[in-house]
């Protein structure tokens, strides 16, 4: 199987954004996707970009521009699909995200991120 | 009729976006227009990301490493046939001499991220970039323009070789990721 590069966080956020968004995924939905994902973490367009160009410069995700639209002035959109070394890559984040879930969970207690904002661990008595 | 922002200011960022980005950026920013203060900020945040993806993407950093050791090679020739090794140990132009190397090597990535699949022209780039350091030969890390000018002319030559065997940007062979 192929070994893929290991993954910045900011780079699983980019490609989560990409796998949910499917059909749609162009710069601004892209970013607004981002910010959702990253809340309450600012996120600038030009972040986005830098993070596209990286990701597809190492064959994680592929673009093609699409038909112009006049609501953009005339101009295409950039469409991104994963590529298949950047779904492994984004598959071995998420399951390493996941092992450290489970083990701070164990830890910290079942109950520990439910709530959303801010979560400090309970540390265990 | 969708509302866009004032021509002048569409124009100033398309001047400022690389052109292989430029079409999907423009159109990006387009759509989020909601007024030109808006637009102006979408702009600022967007624009140096372009810039910035784009030149950690057609920048080799072996290549440019090449290209900085064939411009020093060609200013310390210029100077060391000029000014002689004594006068070059006692007065440090060694290091100074990494100023015009600087400049041209900088305005070499500026215009390989601005080229739009033209002919290069690195005579160009290392032009400006030693007339940027023959505008600075009032200041302390000054050098005489006769070593600026002929090391330029070197480096040209060595540049352009540099450039044959290994063509800047989307020609060169990319890494698999395999």
Not at chain 2, 42 to 57: N, T
């Amino acid at each position: 199987m192929a070994k893929a590069d290991s993954l910045g966080q900011f780079e699983q956020l980019v490609l989560t954004a990409i796998l949910t968004l499917r059909e749609e995924a162009y710069g601004i939905t892209i970013h607004e996707k981002v910010r959702e994902l990253a809340h309450p973490k600012t996120i600038s367009l030009g972040a986005i970009y830098v993070t596209l160009d990286r990701l597809e410069d190492k064959g994680m995700v592929a673009s093609r521009l699409s038909d112009p639209t006049p609501e953009r002035g005339g101009r295409a959109k950039r469409y991104y699909h994963l590529e298949g070394v950047g779904e492994i890559a984004l598959q071995e984040a998420a399951v390493t995200a996941k092992r450290i879930w489970d083990v701070a969970s164990e830890v910290w207690g079942r109950g520990w991120g439910r709530e959303e904002g801010l979560c400090l661990p309970v540390r265990p008595k | 009729m969708f509302a866009g922002p004032p021509k002048i200011i569409e124009s100033v960022v398309a001047l400022l976006v690389p052109p292989a980005a430029r079409e999907h950026v423009l159109g990006d920013l387009r759509e989020r227009y909601a007024g030109t203060r808006s637009y102006l900020s979408d702009a600022v945040s967007a624009v140096p990301g372009a810039i910035a993806g784009r030149m950690l993407r057609i920048t080799d950093w072996q290549v440019l490493a090449m290209e900085a050791g064939a411009l020093y090679l060609s200013f310390l020739t210029a100077a060391w046939a000029t000014l002689g090794a004594a006068y070059l140990c006692q007065h440090g132009d060694f290091l100074r001499l990494l100023l015009p190397v600087a400049l041209a090597l900088a305005a070499l990535v500026v215009s390989d991220v601005y080229d739009s699949g033209a002919r290069r022209t690195p005579v160009l780039a290392a032009g400006l970039g030693v007339g940027c350091a023959v505008a600075l030969t009032e200041g302390k890390l000054a050098l005489p323009a006769w070593i600026l000018c002929s090391g330029g002319a070197l480096g040209v030559v060595l540049i352009s070789t540099v450039r044959m065997w290994f063509p800047p940007g989307g020609n060169r062979p990319r890494g698999e990721v395999l």
